[in-house]
């Protein structure tokens, strides 16, 4: 239920007091609106058969759900945890940002981002929709692989699970803001064939952000892929490209497949 007008959100954490699960949830329903959960539920396809059919979204707004992480961004993995087996969208959504912003911090011990990173591939049946993989993947998954084999990523892609696929290109950001390319392209190509619309716009996406470190290495991907990868794929792949470029690429699809 709406709150009534004049009704204002629990005051900030008090110095010195552990953040809880229970705490961040108190935060979120003192904020909860009628006209945000309305719009969550016309822009998430939480109906039967969809993608997030069951998911229940409370009706807070993501940038009060992270201004709440970043105050709750001490908060230990036990009680993050909790926060990932509230049904609740928005806490699933607070424990995946306290999760990224803890493996940001440079304080953050080694252990403890390895604590993160387990927990996340662990409890990955509570980081099921795109925005949440989309949160955390490339600081708490692809953040601790920086410096260690990639063989994690790759059996994720070939995972039965959505959002496990989902993860293993996404968590690829971390390797392409430090101009690490090959993972990106690799996990891409097996992607190629997935069914799902939403693997589909993350491929395209991902192949796109790989290229503005190396149009070169985009092109090639395209030259190769183009006529055969999804349109939604190949449309988001060319999106920085010109204008003759684009339209080449989508000629090459155009001769294989009209539709």
Known sequence: MTPKAGKAPKAALAPGTEPTAVEFLARLHARQSDVEQAKYQRYFKTGKGNYAEGDFFLGVRMGEVFTLAKEFAAMPPEEIEKLLEQDIHEARAGAVKIMALQTQKKKTTEQRRLNLYEMYLRRHDRINNWDLVDLGAGNVVGGWLMDKPRDPLYRLARSANMWERRTSIVATSAFIRQGQLDDTFAIAEILLGDKEDLIHKAVGGWVRDAGRSSRERLLA???????????????????????????????????????
């Open 221 to 259: 991907f395209l030259d190769e892929h183009a006529a055969t990868m999804p349109r939604t794929t190949l449309r988001y792949a060319i999106e920085h490209l010109g204008k003759e470029q684009r339209a080449y690429y989508l000629t090459l699809k155009d001769r294989v497949s009209p539709g």
